[in-house]
């Protein structure tokens, strides 16, 4: 385990983040629907999680991934700075 949070302590939270936001908010938006409209999902609601998911998460990928470099390319110009 400790060798699993050293790994984890290296990796910047930016990729993290990248990874990781994208697909839980699908998963939140999908399941957050389903159980909104009923409280009560199906095993046809869980056949269709897969692909809805995955469908909304990749726009997630290529959204955060222009935000990333927008933001990165701002912050070497010098017109973004985090201590303003």
Known sequence: MGGLLTIV????????LFVALPFVSAYLLYWGGVLASGG????????WAGLFIGTWGVPG???LGAGLMIARGA??????????
């Open 61 to 63: 990928y290529l959204g």
């Open 9 to 16: 302590r290296q990796i910047p939270l930016q990729v993290i």
């Open 40 to 47: 009560n999902p199906s095993g046809e609601n869980a056949n």
């Open 75 to 84: 912050r070497k110009s010098g017109r973004f700075t985090a201590n303003k």
